[in-house]
């Protein structure tokens, strides 16, 4: 027990430090766990969240007898899986290219400008999208017909959209995206990198060989975490870009904007919760086996 | 060692991302409390007997909810509406706004987190009315209970009304009283018409036959502008139909210019709802809407006043609004009001499309009634609340009338979501001294439909009870952006596939168990009235 005391003693600043997240976590993460009870009830205003009435499985029913639960899931896992492959290969990429610039201004406006998009909400990002896109006056038309081709009709068509909606992603998590690999760069010993000149190494080789594997451990770690959300649709990007635009939606349509639209006019927070509760299940297992294979390869990459 | 170092700081990072999105969500918009209720002097006790009451014992100040945003002279206004509430019944009124753009998403919350207020805003469909009832949170209203606090309320409102506002045989809203027309009107671009050699435009034939030519002659002014839906509800107007109170978006209808035919139709086996699809894919490749229109968030007024719309349809009063807005900007446009089904009995809108309720967890529901009944019928705070005080923001004109002074846009005219407690018996008209062509236009096209109301249907007052049908409502809903309304839109490639798919689709959605619950419901709606 003494014991116990003096090592808090010795660690308290970082006990401190520590408190905000572990509040933040207990408060918004782990208390609201209870709600899951939420999933299995008729929920009414009168009985709230635990004096409603059970309702056994029947809200999940809904969700898997509309006959999208398989299209809206794939959709989900297939975006997710683009964007993250897509995000982590531009971010590092802009990260070592970052690093690897000389001019001092030219680095700090270029990061600057890339960091902008981060801040601008899904709302006006939509704003944007629309007026290059739309068909009557967008920039994108407007340009076309000037060059002497036909029109695209971007927002009837669901083919164009994968394409779209990657390239607004990667434009606007870049910037963010990549400060997390400078702060890895910045962390390689750069006793490495001179051992490295002494031993005649190339730009190239010392991307390849030094930098990059130095950074393996971060990436791998941010893979796994942004894999822990593999089945939770961007809900903000989703809704704003596409919206209510039906002929979109067999290539555009997420579990989160699904269960949006069905449940918006009804109000079931039962049936919402029964659909978060599945995406977390999944959520859930995914991690925990992309966590083991992670820890095959190599148990220093894992996360626990 | 480093690799540990790189580790921290990528979790660290995350953790600032974590509470990055944290912060962008927490930011409560809860209004600060509008009305002062502090400062109110003790000079306002007993004056009209009642004070000496045991129910008006206490005072009490009542929290009410409306929908919108609150005009910049509203305190102003309700500080006045509060001395007489505290004379009258010793209570006042704190007023919050949930604005247009959060009240789908609020409104609920209220009642799930349990705000103590005591009046909320309330109306069939779009104002949550059912949705709200079916989870319990609405007060529900004996007349009894209505007689002995709103006794005025009680002489005032009509039976239908109250007929319109019952689910599972209780009451949860007191409806507005006034006739509002269901009806859409057209405001119409009178340079445009003058052009293609039109001098009026009577009839859905004549309007579209005009819509054809403005297709063909201009760039950049669209018939129709953004549009979504096409023009379903012009179409069910035509054909003397309506949808059925409670309906999922239109698929049921019944044919209300026919007040001894009580059958509901189902919209995709209608047999004129095929032709009504050819008849938008027509339209829409002749391009009297944009290809654009899904993905628009255009309001429906957007087009018109921006000029990239030759019309607009709404009802009447908007359209005169709207028609009067844009002349302003633009005089050579000559904004003009149109009736484009002239020769068809018009239908009073369900008095339940405006409403207020009473909280079921209110600590003052008798009080909260007592305050709704002089909103509703005492005359100088139903002024006050319409048009704000008299000789600032209006002047009165006799009994029945007012006119508009330079002060009028500080509160508006029945601009504060007032509507609820519309009273037809006292609301005043508007008195204008010059009035422009399309002032004349609106009176012209109003004195019309006030003299071609068509017959009580028995279905009008029908609301439906959708807590057995909730998993097939919002299989349907889920599915209506994507099959349905493209195809009201005329924006399907073929008609006969596009029904086809939405067919197999709702059904097996279950379309059928909510069509037999609404056949159940009506057979008991209708056996209940004779």
């Not at chain 2, 004070?51 to 014992?57: M, Q």
Request: a negative charge; glycine letters at 6%.
């Amino acid at each position: 027990m003494n014991k116990f005391l003096r090592k808090l003693n010795k660690n308290k600043i970082f006990l401190i430090m520590l408190a905000p997240a572990v509040v933040y976590a207990l408060l918004f993460s782990y208390l609201p766990m209870a709600g899951i009870v939420l999933a299995f009830k008729k929920y009414t205003y009168a009985g709230g969240i635990f004096g409603s009435a059970w309702n056994g499985l029947k809200n999940f029913e809904f969700f898997f007898r509309s006959g999208k639960a398989l299209l809206v899931s794939k959709n989900t896992v297939l975006y997710n899986l683009a964007f993250i492959i897509l995000n982590t290969l531009t971010q590092m990429t802009v990260a070592i290219l970052l690093v690897e610039l000389n001019g001092k201004y030219f680095k700090k406006i270029a990061q600057s400008l890339m960091f902008l998009p981060y801040f601008i909400s899904w709302v006006i990002v939509s704003v944007i999208a629309f007026n290059m896109l739309s068909n009557d006056f967008g920039f994108v038309n407007s340009f076309l017909v000037s060059m002497g081709f036909e029109k695209i009709s971007f927002y009837n068509n669901g083919k164009y959209w994968p394409v779209i909606l990657s390239i607004f992603n990667v434009w606007k998590s870049v910037g963010y995206g990549s400060v997390l690999y400078l702060a890895a760069i910045m962390g390689i010993d750069t006793e490495v990198y001179d051992a490295a000149a002494i031993d005649g190494a190339n730009v190239f080789q010392r991307i390849f060989r030094v930098t990059i594997p130095q950074m393996a451990p971060t990436m791998v770690i941010l893979l796994l975490l942004s894999i822990g959300g593999i089945f939770r649709g961007n809900f903000d990007m989703f809704y704003n870009l596409v919206g209510n635009n039906g002929i979109l939606h067999p290539a555009t349509d997420v579990i989160d904007t699904f269960t949006f639209r069905a449940l918006i006019t009804n109000n079931d927070f039962g049936m919402s919760a029964a659909v978060g509760l599945f995406q977390s299940v999944l959520c859930f297992v995914t991690v925990l086996v992309a966590n083991k294979l992670v820890n095959n390869y190599d148990p220093d990459y894992s996360l626990f | 060692m480093k690799r540990a170092l790189s580790l921290l700081v990528a979790l660290a990072m995350f953790a600032m991302t974590l509470s990055a999105c944290a912060g962008n969500q927490s930011s409560p918009t809860t209004q600060p409390a509008a009305p002062a209720a502090t400062e109110k002097p003790e000079s306002a006790p007993a004056d009209s007997g009642n004070s000496g009451n045991s129910e008006t014992a206490d005072p009490v100040v009542l929290k009410m909810y409306l929908l919108g945003e609150k005009s910049k002279d509203f305190d102003a206004v309700y500080d006045k509406i509060n001395e007489i509430m505290k004379a009258k019944i010793n209570a006042t009124v704190e007023a919050s706004f949930l604005s247009w753009a959060e009240h789908d998403t609020k409104y609920s919350l209220l009642f799930s987190g349990n705000e103590d207020f005591d009046l909320i805003f309330t109306a069939a469909t779009w104002g949550h009315y059912e949705t709200t009832v079916a989870l319990g949170g609405f007060y529900p209203l004996s007349f009894d209970f209505i007689k002995q606090y709103a006794p005025d309320i009680y002489e005032v409102v009509p039976p239908v009304a109250w007929d319109q506002a019952e689910i599972g045989g209780s009451i949860y809203m007191v409806p507005q009283y006034n006739n509002e027309f269901t009806n859409d009107a057209y405001a119409v671009r009178g340079d445009l018409m003058e052009k293609y050699g039109y001098s009026t435009i009577s009839g859905f034939d004549q309007l579209t036959e005009f819509f054809s030519k403005l297709a063909a002659g201009e760039s950049g002014v669209s018939p129709r502008g953004n549009i979504q839906g096409g023009m379903i509800y012009e179409y069910f107007q035509k054909e003397g139909y309506s949808t059925l109170p409670g309906t999922p978006k239109e698929f049921f209808l019944y044919k209300s210019m026919d007040v001894s035919d009580t059958s509901i139709n189902y919209l995709l086996e209608w047999d004129k709802f095929e032709e009504y699809c050819y008849l938008m894919k027509d339209f829409y490749e002749q391009g009297f809407w944009s290809k654009d229109s899904l993905a628009s968030m255009d309001q429906r007024q957007d087009g018109l006043l921006r000029g990239t719309s030759a019309t607009m349809a709404w009802n009447l009063g908007s359209c005169k609004t709207y028609a009067t807005e844009a002349n302003l900007a633009h005089p050579d446009w000559n904004v003009t009001l149109v009736d484009i089904i002239p020769d068809i009995p018009k239908q009073v809108s369900s008095y339940i499309n405006n409403g207020m309720a009473i909280n079921a967890n209110s600590k003052n529901k008798e009080r909260a009634m007592m305050a709704l009944n002089l909103f509703y019928t005492d005359k100088e705070i139903h002024d006050l609340a319409f048009y704000g005080i008299e000789g600032v923001h209006w002047k009165a004109i006799g009994d029945d009338a007012y006119s508009t002074t330079d002060r009028t846009g500080d509160y508006g005219i029945s601009a504060n979501c007032n509507w609820a407690w519309n009273n037809m018996n006292i609301n005043r008209d508007e008195y204008i001294e010059n009035p422009t062509p399309a002032d004349i236009k609106f009176q012209e096209i109003l004195d019309s439909w006030n003299g071609n109301i068509r017959g009580e249907h028995p279905l009008d007052g029908f609301s439906f009870d959708k807590a057995s049908v909730t998993n097939e409502l919002a299989l349907i809903d889920s599915l209506v952006a994507q099959y349905y309304t493209p195809l009201l839109s005329g924006m399907v490639d073929d008609v006969p596939k596009a029904i086809a798919e939405l067919k197999k689709q709702v059904e097996n959605a279950g379309i059928q168990k909510v069509h037999d619950e609404f056949k159940a419901q009506v057979a008991a709606h209708i056996a209940a009235q004779s």
